[in-house]
């Protein structure tokens, strides 16, 4: 096949449209896995509509590329873009003068001829023509052939097959660079997009709000619960200390409506607000904050249990048969949750420290590769938004070979229980398959939340969650705070932003539920149009 001229590039439509571009499908029989087992690829989506980038995607993962999350990091770029300006909106100049930057023809035809074309014919910008031959990879193709195994796994001459080698593709993996931080709008109507460190100027105002939403969720008022975290999420990402000068900018934020501003004027003046005092010494909100506490036990039941006149968790112990001084045991009934969290309340109210929950993480993974060698996990929750102490240990994990990933969770359970260090089992569920019409989507993921005990140790509250690989960092969103999980369910685009939060593979074309499978957690963000916030940052609860 005649390579392109220099500066030649396909024209690609934008995102948004709907024509088919013509283009000969690579030929799948003449694909050789392998020949770019050297190269690291960024793809850059920017004027490539969803099939190409899935095809690109497709082609480099048949061919063997290390696909990375961002340009800094590859050698070569595959991208549409033909202008300067329009690359230094995504590229800083000076980088991208020490990259390759090629059309996506450049890959096609290199999986179709079975080996590494030059980069030079192929340079997406003229500008950047010498750059880009100066930069092109140089490996020997032969190097690079691979060849089908007895047992007909793939495997290369430079990696050859073996089960003590576990490598997993590089979109599994954290960037060795984390993303740019950008300038975020603390205005934006959707906490999603705003800046919400842990400790914010205004920490003690929203913990006075937080007890008006606690006392609305416990009274099953979720309108009024959802307005006030909505409030706690725009003051937390105010910038500055909220004084008497600062009213009028206040005032501005969304979700700051007259009567949430009418407090923040009493907070102000008076250093409380007197709806929360009332609150704080009622019988009622006190008791059914205990009950809610105690794991298994949700606002209605609480409510249930004050009105049979039980007050203090001595109360809760009678009437659900429970001596703490004795270990609970399997029985089978419905209250068998409560009951164990009931006789081990004292080892859950004891907060974890960051160097404990990274110790039991380490354990089970340990445990999990000893399962299925080749396995990647990320600690969620509270620990990856920076909190110095958890509750709970959340860990999502996943093994590149989809197959291998499914049952996955179970037989991790069972390893562990067998170890002497899962004592009980809370809820365990396998995979669901992917359904448009759920409201509700924990589509793709395999849970298990256990009561965990270390050897000598406390009992813990751990919760194991297996994605399969094309949903991995969808579902690192778990616990990744309630207010920005739950903002975005209200109207058209904003409920694909709720479903992409949710676990979900991502949906962001209702007229055919397509499905997209993101290859790094910024391009979550990128997909659905959002601004990227560091985790750290994503604190909009209390």
Known sequence: ??????????????????????????????????????????????????????????????????????????????????????????????????????????????????????????????????????????????????????????????????????????????????????????????????????VCPNQALCAEFDILRRSRALESNERSALSYARAIAAIKAFPRVITESERRDVQKLPFIGTKVFQMIDEYLFTGHIAEVEEIRQSERFASLSLFASIYGIGPTTSRKLYDLGLRTLRDLE??????????????????????????????????????????????????????????????????????????????????????SAKGLCTKLVERLRSAGLVKYVLHLSSFHEHDALRTAQWDSLEKALTVYRPHNGLHRRVDLICAIPETYWTSCYWVDGWNYVREGLKDGREIDWAKMLMQSPLSTRRRDSKLFYPRSEKEVFDIIGLPWVDPTLRNTDA
């Open 1 to 198: 096949m005649a390579p392109k001229r220099a500066g030649a590039r396909s024209p690609s439509p934008s995102l948004s449209s709907t024509a088919s571009p013509v283009r000969r499908p690579p030929r799948r029989a003449k694909t050789a896995p392998g020949i770019l087992a050297s190269y690291r690829l960024f793809i850059l989506h920017t004027k490539l509509a969803h099939k190409d980038i899935s095809e690109l995607h497709d082609l480099a993962e048949k061919a063997d590329a290390d696909l990375v999350s961002s340009p800094d990091e590859a050698d070569v770029v595959v991208t549409a873009i033909g202008m300067r300006k329009r690359l230094e909106r995504h590229i800083d100049w000076n980088l991208a003068k020490t990259k390759a930057l090629v059309t996506p023809d450049w890959l096609r035809d290199s999986v179709e001829q079975g080996h590494p074309l030059p980069c030079t014919d192929y340079a997406a910008l003229s500008d950047l023509k010498e750059a880009t031959e100066e930069h092109c990879p140089r490996s020997n193709s032969q190097s690079a052939v691979t060849a089908l195994s007895k047992s007909g796994s793939l495997s290369t001459s430079s990696r050859p097959p073996s089960r003590a080698t576990h490598t997993p593709p590089a979109f599994l993996l954290p960037p060795s660079k984390p993303p740019s931080p950008v300038e975020l709008d603390h205005t934006a109507h959707f906490c999603c997009s705003r800046a919400s460190p842990l």
């Open 318 to 403: 009678a009437y659900y048969e429970v001596d703490a001084s004795t270990p609970v045991e399997h029985s089978g009934s419905a209250d068998m949750d409560v009951r164990i969290a009931l006789g081990l309340r004292d080892d859950f109210q004891q907060t974890i420290s960051r160097e404990e929950v990274e110790a039991i993480h380490a354990t089970i993974m340990d445990h999990l590769n000893a399962v299925e060698p080749g396995c990647v996990s990320t600690l969620v929750g509270g620990y990856r938004r920076g909190k110095p102490s958890s509750n709970d240990v959340d860990i999502v994990f996943t093994h590149p070979n989809k197959t």
